[in-house]
């Protein structure tokens, strides 16, 4: 952790990418939501594509992890939290405005925004953590095998 922390101190901390990864995220769901709407006609629950719910997040955080720069650890974790609210936010607009038929049923948008919220943010911060606890040491080198 160390040597990882010395040098991230040398590298400037980024942040613009985890709204570019939001907008990735709450993409693919929509690409999801509208599949799901043209075969069977009405928009998906979570519990019917929790695969995408639980993969989809977990991925944008180590996204967001890796291409944080310097940030320190806790920025890193904070950013995949936010950037999950984000993803989660625009993905229960569109699916709003893309069907429930007629008019939007503002109590059942935000019911399932709320729910979005804290699943996608959850999942965003374990991708962040696996992340980190998954890349290698900066000071170990692979020998020379000649």
């Not at 995408?52 to 180590?62: D, H, I, Q, R, S």
């Not at 229960?92 to 948008?109: F, R, T």
Request: glycine share 14%; aromatic share 14%.
């Amino acid at each position: 952790m160390r040597s990882r922390g010395r040098m991230r101190a040398e590298i400037s901390a980024r942040y613009w990418h985890i709204a570019v990864w939001a907008l990735v995220g709450s993409g693919l769901f929509w690409l999801v939501d509208f599949i799901y709407l043209t075969y069977f006609g009405e928009l998906p629950s979570l519990k019917e594509i929790w695969w995408c719910a639980a993969l989809v997040p977990l991925f944008f955080g180590g996204m967001v992890t890796l291409g944080a720069g310097g940030a320190a650890l806790s920025r890193r974790i904070i950013g995949a939290a936010v950037g999950g609210a984000l993803m989660a936010v625009l993905y229960s607009a569109v699916s709003g405005w893309l069907g429930y038929g007629g008019p939007p049923v503002w109590a059942d948008i935000v019911a399932g925004g709320v729910w979005r919220v804290f699943i996608f943010s959850i999942f965003s911060v374990l991708g962040a953590i696996l992340t980190e606890l998954k890349l290698p040491d900066p000071g170990l080198t692979e020998p020379d095998r000649t």
